[in-house]
């Protein structure tokens, strides 16, 4: 298996009023091509900082971030794509606009990017929603522009914080096949992150859980759910995944809580 993504010691520290905060202490993870893999874990134990290190919108204190073996601590890089936990769209574009941003300043010619554009409205179920603005949509449906904004640049590496929160059961489902579809067939790398230990034995090939206070990983752990249907249902209703379930559930249960 080859490394895309690396992490190695990172460190990090927020400045609060009381003093120094340690967010992030030592974390090291990787992930490697064709995999999918999640971090669960409890509110406050780092996962978005760690998000924001890896993406280069954060530094580190300490320790390196490395995708395709090459050091990129501190700066974005044109192999990720990312969905923050906010939706962050630009209020004065249209929800095509919006999408299409990325293509845009890659230099994709407006018709091209329309068109590649086009067929990701249909699976996000946004038709007729092209020249919309945000603020005249739900959360949810921003939440859906914010993930096309990313996979219609086809990064390798696809980050995704919270990604599907927004969104009804049903349609989270149905875009949780669809990005596992992509992942395998595209032979692309994700990593999700998740209060939603559910969802992290359903899609991940592993699973890294945090504590907080300082965010730590307490535990790796390989899924194998011993099916290959892509189906989520279907997944959901493999023997192991209940075993995993308790595992993860047990490894966040054990943490320790934070001092009062
Ligand atoms: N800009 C900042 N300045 C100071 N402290 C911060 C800042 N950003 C985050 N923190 C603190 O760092 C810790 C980790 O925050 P972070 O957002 O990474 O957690 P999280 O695991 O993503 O939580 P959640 O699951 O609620 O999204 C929290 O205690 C938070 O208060
Ligand atoms: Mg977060």
Redesign the pocket.
Known sequence: MTKVLEAINIH?S???DTGP?N??KGLNFHADTNEFIS?V????????????IITGLLSPDEGHVLINNRETTGSPSEHLGYVL?KDLLFPWRSVMENVILGLEVRGVSKKKAHEQAGELFKTYHLEGYENKYPSQLSGGMRQRVALMRTMVTRPDIILM??AYKALDYPLKISLETELLKVVKEQKKTVVF?T?DIEEAVTLSDRVYV?K??P?EIVQEIHIDLQTDARDIPQRRLSPRFNEYYEQIWRSIGTAPLPAA
């Open positions: 990090k927020y400045d609060a905060v967010v992030l971090f874990g409890p509110s406050g134990c780092g996962k978005s900082t760690l998000f924001n936990q914080d919270e992150i209060h945090m907080a206070h965010g």
